[in-house]
């Protein structure tokens, strides 16, 4: 498999892990030691923990909304366009967000790869809740 194509794979695990709560797809592209970079959040560590990352997330949104694309990748890095629309249904006081306001993410990834496997993802983002 060339990078592109473990990237597309991991972007279509990922969407159903976030939309329907099967993780699947996701633990078996996904190394199980994989390290995902959200800055400035603390670095999750494990598929175990991203998994549970995504079912805690699961819980606080609704009328959720993304957009992966694929933009570039040589030998084992590639970068992915990432855009997200949620409405939460609880308090985000970290970032200052009331429960039932729409919350948009722009995010760049960048995937390492090895192995046929992601095992390790930096995410720059930004958001915005109008």
Known sequence: ???REIAEKWMQADEIAFQYGDFHGLEEI???DIIFHMLPAPD?????AHKQYIV??????????QE???????GNVCALSFKEQVTLNVD???NQISAGSPFHVNALFV??????KVVEIWMNH?????
């Open 30 to 32: 996904e190394s199980p």
């Open 1 to 3: 498999m060339d990078i």
């Open 126 to 130: 930004s958001f915005s809740t109008n």
């Open 56 to 65: 805690n997330g699961r819980k606080s949104i609704t009328d959720l909304k």
């Open 111 to 116: 995937l390492r790869c090895q192995n046929e």
């Open 44 to 48: 999750i560590v494990g598929f175990e």
């Open 92 to 94: 985000n006081p970290r």
């Open 68 to 74: 992966m694309e694929y933009l570039t990748g040589d």
